[in-house]
């Protein structure tokens, strides 16, 4: 076929591109998969790794070990994108393609928040997590604030869950009688497409004297005063602080000039981009589903299909659907789901699981199942 698809980042969306037109199409397609980092690792690791229960190496999936028919992985760090002549140049070289797709995902933006990097930290970045790893032993009294310091932000119930994690954590070490937790967040429930979700999270912050604070954003921290200053002007007294950075995309993308308002828009049923050739999926892409790896997966679906529709012949895949389901750690081992439809109703709606043994197992089904075909052959 000669196709030379180019894949720019290995995460959720990359990887499961990647596998699919490996899948359907072997040897007869030729696809290289860019990727700055030597490994990959799902989101809630970091959570994992925050809080001891895991480690970093235990959590890490090599790159090297992907394995596939007509995928050739290249760790480098892409330095520009020209969409228009669908070029790629990294720090190694440059790489012309026939098919380009964006699944650069989306970086933080520390910087927004004043005071954020000198006198907070931050758990969404694995240095972020590890880092935290280190200093959450050491904090034994006073007041921890999970906050959230912009929208939109991956993996929406992961503020909640890190909140709930803390509780469990501080527990086990016997020091949770002298610490105080406070959940700030910009929405006015924890997961708001999600009632019965959302109603079982405040609930359990309640059970567990968690101070919950909606429809507020961190907008800084003054690490001389120790407050965190929220969006209204209040502020709350800190002693730990784990935060949700501001997202932004990746610099590389923005200077692209694929964006708009932060961005790259897309074609909400192709994932297209307004460059012919180019397609852009996950948390690069404004799209109107939320920031999460289940979401970046379904958007690479209707791609691999797309394409290989177009080159095998046959139906074009449906639209894509912007339906995804997350599991939510609700403490003590216990694992919720909620399964949320962003596109094809009026509005966003969202069904609730109940914690349950057969979730654990589950939650832990979709990370290794993915693990296993991302990276064998
Ligand atoms: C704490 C936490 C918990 C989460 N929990 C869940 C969950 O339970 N379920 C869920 O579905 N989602 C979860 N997420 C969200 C999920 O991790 C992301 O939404 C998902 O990874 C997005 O996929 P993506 O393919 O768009 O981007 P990513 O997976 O972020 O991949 C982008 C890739 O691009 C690479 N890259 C970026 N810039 C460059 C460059 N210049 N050169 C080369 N490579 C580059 C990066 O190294 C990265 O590997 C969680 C996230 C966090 C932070």
Avoid at 3 to 19: P, Y
Wanted: glycine share 12%.
């Amino acid at each position: 076929m000669g196709t030379r698809v180019v894949v720019l980042g290995a995460g959720f969306g990359g990887l499961e591109l990647a596998t699919l037109l490996s899948e359907a199409l072997g040897d007869d397609v030729d696809v290289i998969l860019i990727d700055k980092n030597d490994a990959f690792i799902f989101g809630y690791s970091k959570l994992d790794v925050m809080f001891g229960r895991t480690t970093l190496d235990a959590v890490r999936l090599a790159y090297r070990d992907i394995a596939k028919p007509g995928v050739r992985f290249l760790q480098q760090t892409i330095t520009a994108i020209d969409p228009e002549a669908r070029r790629v140049t990294t720090h190694d070289g440059v790489h012309e393609a026939d098919v380009l797709i964006v699944a650069l995902g989306a970086d933080y933006d520390l910087d927004a928040t004043p005071g954020l990097a000198e006198g907070g930290n931050e758990f969404y970045s694995v240095a972020g997590a590890e880092r935290l790893g280190a200093l959450l032993p050491k904090f034994s009294h006073g007041r921890a604030i999970v906050g959230v310091c912009g929208t939109p932000f991956k993996c929406p119930p992961a503020p909640s869950e890190a909140a709930l994690l803390l509780h469990d954590y501080l527990s086990a070490r016997g020091v949770r009688d002298d610490c105080e937790i406070s959940f700030v967040i910009p929405f006015g429930s924890p997961i708001p497409p999600s009632p019965d979700t959302s109603r079982a999270l405040v609930a359990a912050f309640a059970e567990h004297d968690i101070e919950f604070v909606p429809e507020r954003r961190v907008s800084s921290l003054d690490p001389n005063r120790h407050v965190v200053v929220l969006d209204d002007g209040g502020e709350m007294p800190y002693d730990l602080f784990l935060g949700v950075p501001k997202h932004r995309a990746p610099d590389v993308v923005v200077a692209s000039g694929m964006t708009e308002d932060g961005y790259v828009p897309v074609n909400a049923k192709t994932l297209e981009t307004r460059f012919p050739g180019v397609y852009a999926v996950g948390d690069v892409a404004t799209i109107g589903v939320p920031k999460a790896g289940v979401f970046a997966e379904g958007a690479a679906r209707v791609v691999a299909a797309s394409l290989i529709a177009g080159w095998r012949g046959g139906a074009q895949p449906g639209a894509y659907g912007g339906l995804g389901s997350c599991y939510i750690e609700f403490g003590a081992g216990r694992v919720g789901r909620v399964d949320v439809d962003f596109l094809s109703g009026p509005k966003p709606t969202g069904t609730f699981q109940e914690p349950s043994a057969a979730l654990v197992a589950e939650k832990q089904h979709f990370g290794s199942s993915r693990g296993a075909r991302w990276f064998s052959s």
